[in-house]
């Protein structure tokens, strides 16, 4: 059974994120979510500079960090978070999310894709209910992270939103 966790908050510094993205066309983000994930774990040996045992997952627009890659591009990123940009594998793709408040929301299931379809309903949650009913509004991050090692039941992602401050009326 899903169960999703009361939304918790959390400090953090900048997170720095190596890893691969895939684009996708259209609406449907599977081919995005498949490409990036498969790409990553081939590579992901070769990053020697983790932090932490969670791989992240979130939506991209490339032409944030690559600004000869059209606005209008979409693409699916899975990566690790690193202690430095210093290090990058030939080839990878890097990131970075500010640091700040974040609003955390653990998605538990009897089994991975309950946990991941949980992601879903946790960022729904925060958008449409938590974020104004707490005096927040949605900042320039937002993402899931799972545990690195294989994972035994219950199954757990997270959703880390990034949190900025609104003017209370």
């Not at 993205?21 to 599977?30: A, L, R, V």
């Not at 938590?130 to 937002?142: F, I, R, T, V």
């Not at 090692?149 to 209370?168: D, I, N």
Request: proline share 6%; with cysteine.
């Amino acid at each position: 059974m899903l169960t999703l966790s009361e939304p918790k908050i959390i400090e953090r510094e900048p997170y720095y994120v190596v890893g691969s993205y895939c684009t996708y066309e259209g609406q449907d983000e599977g081919p995005g979510w498949t490409g990036a994930d498969t790409e990553f774990n081939r590579r992901r040996s070769e990053v020697t500079n983790t932090k932490g045992d969670l791989t992240l997952g979130f939506m991209y627009r490339p032409h944030r960090d690559h600004p000869e890659i059209p606005d209008d591009v979409h693409a699916c990123f899975v990566g690790v978070e690193v202690t430095d940009l210093d290090h990058v594998p030939e080839g990878m793709a890097t990131t970075r999310f500010s640091g700040g408040q974040y609003a955390v929301v653990a998605c538990q299931g009897d089994d991975g894709g309950e946990s991941t379809q949980g992601v879903g309903d946790a960022i729904n949650y925060l958008e449409t209910e938590w974020l104004a009913k707490n005096g927040y509004s949605e900042g320039d991050a937002c993402f899931a992270a799972s545990e690195t090692h294989p994972q035994r039941p219950p199954y757990v992602e997270y959703v880390y939103m990034k949190l900025e401050k609104t003017a209370k009326s």
